[in-house]
Nanobody
Framework: QVELVESGGGLVQPGGSLRLSCEAF????????LGWYRQAPGKERELVAR???????NYGDSVKGRFTISRDNANRMVYLQMNSLKSEDTAVYYC???????????WGQGTQVTVSS
């Protein structure tokens, strides 16, 4: 069982930056890929970025070069630094934990990010 608690969403102007944080609670975090997904109104949920316990990362094409995911295993945290934000980044952002051994997904409650002038 993994519980995820997100923070850091809000309203930002185009070109601005935001940092999302997610704290993970659970006993299998060493075998867990942590990541961020987002869902905009009327669209499917999509991968933003994810990071494994060794620090290996991958990103959605639309955020490469602008967003950076990082993980602090000691403090059970995963972060998403978002720079050069665009209006199309507006969405609810969800923290995700994928437990490799059980192949189970866990989700946070979501945090709203709105990019608007």
């Amino acid at each position: 069982q993994v519980e995820l608690v997100e923070s850091g969403g809000g309203l930002v102007q185009p070109g601005g930056s935001l940092r999302l944080s997610c704290e993970a609670f659970g006993s299998m975090l060493a075998l867990t890929i942590l990541g961020w997904y987002r869902q905009a109104p009327g669209k499917e949920r999509e991968l933003v970025a994810r990071v494994d316990s060794g620090g290996g990362t991958n990103y959605g094409d639309s955020v490469k070069g602008r967003f950076t995911i990082s993980r602090d295993n000691a403090n059970r945290m995963v972060y998403l630094q978002m720079n050069s934000l665009k209006s199309e980044d507006t969405a609810v952002y969800y923290c995700n934990a994928f437990v490799i051994t059980s192949r189970q997904d866990y989700w946070g409650q979501g945090t709203q990010v709105t990019v608007s002038s």
